[in-house]
Structures are given as structure tokens and as C-alpha cells.
């Protein structure tokens, strides 16, 4: 796998990526050539054409991206992805012909874009189709055995059969928990059946839940030594998933790991981006806002805003600012999460739920220094002591200052039961690990996503 800002991406799925933005950029070059011949040279030179290739190959790529033809894993069927594929191709279209329309200097020369889109039409779905093929054939998928019987190994061999991207498979696991003494036995032999010139794995996942005696140490060792490589469980999923599973994580993997760093440079530049972006998003929200303040006007009765008090950083309280999007009589009986079609919540604010509408207002958090623009979700002071009380390491959230945005958000969504605060805790503790400036831009980058394909609110 490939890091990039910290988070792991399937070397197959940079691949893809790649080879796409050369069949788009060829595409139009080809078009190019074919139509204009030898002055494709000026075209391409002194009329920009090369800087409009580009643009296409971005915008190509971009859309493919907000359509997850990069993401297989949320594609469930094969014939989703030729699907998704020929959206993106007539979005794109229709995009172009609008846009040749009202500026027609960004054409690149008559009839070249109309030939570009018939040959990386063509050109895609058989490239999508020798991909799909290339990538099922044995010789390119990583062998794998799963050195485990409970429930952490089960979640490996899971998580392998569902990220097909990952080009890992699995060859082996004992799925069956048996004592101690009988297991040591089973997994030495199943190692040593590796010990030949050939071996028929690539990659041992140690995914025990209790080694003390059980740990066939010796065997592990000659399989390093023989070139296959041994990993830990935890550190595979936290590769494939995004997140830090709570049930193996123990203080030593926070004292010893090399993550959890909060250096002052990294968080005043952090703090200036924050600063920026809430100061930008709130000249652009102006002129929208009087209409906003008449829409949750007409919703129902009530004030414009709406301030509840969150956890921020150290856990201390703030004032938390929003658009008011559900009744004022919302919380009589009491405060409770907000669910998936929550009645409380107005029509109107329902929209601006979706589209995060509501959420402006913490722009102004951000410029006040309470939150950042990317962060864990700040939680409300009734639900904290509960949470912290069932939920290991919750309280390391309050290390840095919640955000408007963070990576749990764009990876899980909302968390309206108990279960999915863990495991937004656990996202949430993959981004303290690895936080960087490059990992805030690439979330504020997917949040958009989200925002346009309203995702993730309830």
C-alpha cells in the first residue's frame, strides 16, 4: 500500500488512477492530432491547448473520484461500475457542451472535444474491463494466511474478502477456537507446512488474541527469514480501515507508538489554515444568508440560531453556534442523540442538515479559537461522562480542539447509538495518531464530497 497525508491507499487503486489520467489526457491528445493535424503544435502550445488537457484530465478524474470509482468497496455489483462509469462521462459532457457554450475560447479546436468524449468512452470501458480482469488473476494478489481462531482474526479474514482492492488472499485461517495447547500444535504445523522452497503464502497475519504461549515464535521467525512478511493484525486493519480498533489497542500502543505527537509548529499552522478557511467560508456564505434566515423564519417558530453547550479541548465547555433546525420544544423530555429521520426536525431543517447548512454558524467557533476546521465532532457535556465511562481512551478526543469537520465524519458519518461512538472513536483516534496538515486538507477536500452527495447527517 501507498501512504499518502498519512492515511494508506491500495497500490492498485494509484495505479488506476494513474493509468486514467493518461487514457483521458490521450484521449484528447489523439483527437487533437486526428483534427488538427500539423498545427497541432500551436494549438497545444500557443493556444493552451495542453492547460485545457489538463483541466479535462482533472475534471475527468474528479468526477470518476465524487462518483467512488476509486472506492470498489462501496460498489456492489460489477455492472454498478460501467454504470457509474457512463455517468461520469455524460456529467461530463453536458458539463462541456455548457461550458464551450458560454465561453467558447475554452474549446480546444472545432469538433475536439466531441471526438475526445467518443474516445474515452470507448477507451474507458474496455480499459475498466481488462483492469477488472488483470487484477482477479492469482499472480497479482498477495497470499495470505490469518495466524489466528477468535474474533480479531474472523474481522481480518473479513475485512480481506471485502477490500478486493487491497489485492490480498486469504489462503488459510483456523476458524475453530480450541485450548491453548491444541492451538499452539495446530498453528506451528500450519507454519512449518510454509518451511519449503517454494511457499505457498506471501504474507503471515498475526492476529492472536492472547500470545502468551501460543506464539509459535520460532516458526515466525524462519518464515521472516525466508522472505515472507509477518504483520500484526491490528496494523493491517488499521491500514485497510482508517481507524484504531479499540479491542487491541493497550496503552503500550499509545506510550510506544509513533503517533499521538501534538508539536506546537504543526498546531499553529494548523490554527492559521483554520482561521483562513472559517474567515473564507463566511465572506462567501453573505450573500446567502438573509435567504437562510428567512427559510428557518417560515420552518416553524422560533429563534434563527441555536446554542448548545459542547466539550471542547481539555474538556472544557464552549457555546457551540448553529442554524436552528428543530422544533423549540425538541429536547422537553430531555437531551438525546438526533436519529435518522428525526422527527424533531423541521422540513427546512432537514434540508439544511443535509446539505450542512446549519453548520455555518460554527465558522464563527472557529475564527473564536473554541474549535478547528478539522477535528473530532465536539460531543455534548450529558453524554460525555457516560461515553468515557464505556468507551476506553474516549477522553484522548478532548487532546486537540473539536472540529467542524473531521475524519470520522467523511469515513463513518453520525453516531446515534453507543456502538457507533465507538467506533467514531476509533476514526477518531487514527486521525490524533497521524495528524498533519497534508490529512486536514485531504478531509476538508472529502468533505465536499459528502456535502454534495449528503452524506453522513441526520
Known amino acids: 500500500m501507498i501512504r499518502l497525508f498519512n492515511v494508506y491507499y491500495p497500490t492498485r487503486t494509484i495505479v488506476l488512477l494513474l493509468c486514467e489520467a493518461l487514457i483521458v489526457s490521450g484521449s484528447f491528445l489523439l483527437a487533437t492530432l486526428l483534427l488538427v493535424g500539423p498545427d497541432t503544435y500551436l494549438v497545444l502550445n500557443y493556444e493552451y491547448g495542453a492547460l485545457k488537457i489538463l483541466a479535462l484530465t482533472i ?5 470518476s473520484y465524487y462518483f467512488d470509482l ?5 460498489i456492489s455489483a460489477r455492472w454498478e461500475i460501467y454504470f457509474r462509469l457512463l455517468l461520469v462521462l455524460g456529467f461530463l459532457s453536458f458539463l462541456l457542451s455548457g461550458i464551450t457554450y458560454l465561453f ?11 471526438l475526445g468524449l467518443a474516445f474515452l468512452t470507448c477507451a474507458l470501458v474496455v480499459w475498466r474491463s481488462a483492469y477488472e480482469w488483470l487484477i482477479g488473476q492469482k499472480m497479482f494478489r498477495e497470499r495470505v494466511y490469518v495466524l489466528g481462531a477468535g474474533e480479531r482474526a474472523q474481522t481480518v479474514v473479513d475485512t480481506l474478502r471485502s477490500r478486493k482492492d487491497a489485492g490480498m488472499e486469504v489462503i488459510g485461517w483456523d476458524g475453530i477456537s480450541f485450548d491453548k495447547t491444541d492451538q499452539r500444535e495446530t498453528f506451528t504445523a500450519a507454519l512449518e507446512s510454509f518451511l519449503i522452497p517454494h511457499p505457498p503464502v506471501d504474507r503471515v497475519i ?8 501460543g506464539l509459535p515464535v520460532r516458526e515466525l521467525l524462519k518464515l521472516r527469514f525466508n522472505g515472507i512478511v509477518i504483520e500484526e493484525a491490528s496494523t493491517l486493519l488499521e491500514r485497510l480501515t482508517g481507524k484504531l480498533y479499540l479491542d487491541s489497542l493497550h496503552p503500550s500502543s499509545l506510550i510506544y507508538s509513533e503517533g499521538f505527537r501534538i508539536k506546537s509548529s504543526q498546531q499553529i499552522s494548523r490554527r492559521m489554515v483554520s482561521t483562513l478557511t472559517a474567515a473564507i467560508g463566511l465572506l462567501l456564505f453573505m450573500p446567502f444568508f438573509p435567504l437562510v434566515v428567512l427559510l428557518v423564519r417560515l420552518s416553524s417558530p422560533g429563534p434563527i440560531f441555536f446554542h448548545q453547550t459542547r466539550v471542547g479541548m481539555g474538556g472544557r465547555p464552549f457555546s457551540v453556534h448553529k442554524f436552528r433546525t428543530m422544533r423549540t420544544d425538541a429536547e422537553a423530555a430531555g437531551a438525546k442523540w438526533a436519529t435518522k429521520d428525526d422527527p424533531r426536525v423541521t422540513k427546512i431543517g432537514m434540508f439544511m442538515r443535509k446539505t450542512r447548512l446549519d453548520e455555518v454558524p460554527q465558522l464563527w467557533n472557529v475564527l473564536c479559537g473554541d474549535m478547528g476546521f478539522v477535528g473530532p465532532r465536539p460531543e455534548r457535556p450529558e453524554f460525555v461522562p457516560m461515553l468515557a465511562e464505556k468507551i476506553p481512551y474516549f477522553e484522548l478526543r478532548h487532546m486537540i480542539r473539536p472540529g467542524l469537520t473531521g475524519w470520522a465524519q467523511v469515513r463513518f458519518g453520525y453516531g446515534s447509538t453507543l456502538a457507533e461512538a465507538r467506533e467514531k472513536l476509533e476514526f477518531d483516534l487514527y486521525y490524533i495518531k497521524h495528524m498533519t496538515l497534508g490529512l486536514d486538507l ?7 464530497k459528502t456535502i454534495i452527495r449528503r452524506q453522513g447527517s441526520q
Not at 476509486?70 to 462501496?74: G, H, I, K, L, S
Not at 498475526?206 to 504461549?213: H, I, K, Q, T, W
Not at 485531504?442 to 465536499?448: A, S
Open 59 to 63: 475534471l475527468t478524474l474528479l468526477s
Open 70 to 74: 476509486y472506492e470498489p468497496q462501496r
Open 206 to 213: 498475526v492476529a492472536l488474541e492472547d500470545r502468551r504461549g
Open 104 to 114: 467558447p475560447e475554452a474549446g480546444i479546436s472545432r469538433y475536439v472535444l466531441v
Open 442 to 448: 485531504l478531509i476538508m477536500f472529502e468533505t465536499v
